[in-house]
């Protein structure tokens, strides 16, 4: 991290990426342009937002620097328009997504340390941060998040936090391995997608949830 | 806003209008009593709570100040009991909503202005006041967000907020252009109602969306 | 409250029963190991998440306390291989809820009346903090939240966050009583199950949401 404009410059390309992948999501779901725009802010600047007020950097980047919007709405009606050409452009899509993951979450962790979160609870707010807008996109779509689902991609995000967190804690005054962590994060994403490596789930078996049920008996009747 | 009293009735009111449409959402959704008072505080309360999070001004109002609360729960309740005449009371629901948003929406984008967020991240944060409500409402209720949908609501919201930070921008001392900005967004959610004008949609084709997969084939795979 | 360790323990036994029910909803989903470990994080920290934003206390104690992650992790991770034996056990884990239940309504409303959150604000935000982690773990897995059916989980919360709230204003150097004010919930959740009192739904009629509408037809064309 030698410069803040690099630094801000590469965030940019982060809140693009995650604009497209947002608004790619919003056009499948048949919503109209503003929807579009809408869905492809969430998951642009959902994950930071959520960071920086758990860290109390109020008011978020988002709200405070205009280049985070306008970069996010600008990419979102763009894929509104361009969405065909995209489709094509899936692999390319997915390189550029896990390059956003990989940058969110070294920028999550890092702001998190710095502002002086425990090692465990920074590399938690890093995974979030990358992670974050994806999923608050899934719920805004009625979906249940890609990311809980057989998918390894917060697996990569996790790891990436927790490298930045031991760089950090051991050779502070090394910005080129954070970097690296960020390349660590983006090259197991894309490794876990070649190899279809699955995480495991658990065995199919007949299961009820837990307290899920139907009519008027009281679950308490049923239990045991 | 020449008066606080003024301001914190006319506040009160967008409460129990947002109140009345989240409790009638839950209604719908066959929620019991207790169910249908809680949307109603959601989408009441809601959107001024992440308003308030993002100003660090905490605690938010709506815990701050027992009469939203009350306001709420009041207006939810008695809808639970009166929702058939409510429903012959749509059009008269739909008006006061158009309100509460063009309300909401002024008071939320002054709010930010105030407390020193720029014109741009202000201008986003009202139209956050205005809909947020809403958005979780239908994100409890298991519908993918009605603002999100072809439905020009967030339209209304967003252009009456750039409406207000041009006025505090250029006319900082005229406080009857601010209420004008809330007349504003009334004023075009219910002509967009009426025109049936709608925001423009993507043709349809089909379309997959971009990370979403069965069984265990990885997309990486598939892509390109 | 006597003790700090003590009070420590009883959070972290909360913390537990909230994960095991996460983990749980999300072995039934079908979420892999990962995704099961997110679920039961969420639901063990959620709440108390969003009350620690509330106060602003930041970082929340989920990220500030490295305990809080590794109890939630562990328990989710032990859910994902011991299911079936939950299953079995599912009268037990519903005693357990209930226990935590209770203990977060409790320490929430505590925790907002010492931050100088008035009695009303304090007695909604314990409430939240006890049923919120639940309400996000439905919300992710797609669900309409268990408890806004019928379902009178958050009136025993509610109950318990207003006798604390009474207690403190009361009798503020009666700590053995707002213990007994979580048993009063434990105690409420576990008998309104027994009986299957239910809180009254609305009756069966035919009825149209609000704003919902398929088609390009404007909602006003119908209205009235």
Redesign the interface.
Known sequence: MDSAAGLLLLDLIGVAVFAA?GA?????????????A??GMVAALGGG?IRD????Q???L?????RY??VAVAVSISM?WL??AV?????T??VL?AAGLGLFTVTGTLK?LD????????I??GTITGIGGG?LRD??????????????Y??ASLVGAAAVAVIEWQLPKAPVLTVLAAVLVFALR?G?????W?????EE?E??????RRG??????R??
Chains 1, 2, 3 share one sequence.
Not at 24 to 36: C, I, N, P, Y
Not at 62 to 66: G, H, Q, Y
Not at 115 to 122: D, E
Request: positive net charge; without cysteine; hydrophobic residues 50%.
């Open positions: 992948s790619s999501a919003g056009v499948a779901k048949r919503l109209d342009l503003f929807g579009v809408m869905i937002m007020l758990v860290i109390n109020v008011p978020p988002a709200f405070a620097d205009w919007v306008a509104f969405h065909p489709r094509r452009l899936r692999r899509v997915l997504d998190a502002a002086g979160v425990p090692a465990v609870g920074a938690l707010l999923l719920v805004l779509t009625g979906e249940i998040p890609v990311v809980l689902r057989r998918e390894v917060a697996l894309l876990f997608l070649k190899s279809s699955q995480v495991p789930v658990a078996r299961y009820r949830p837990l307290r899920r008027n008996s009281a679950p308490g009747g239990t045991d």
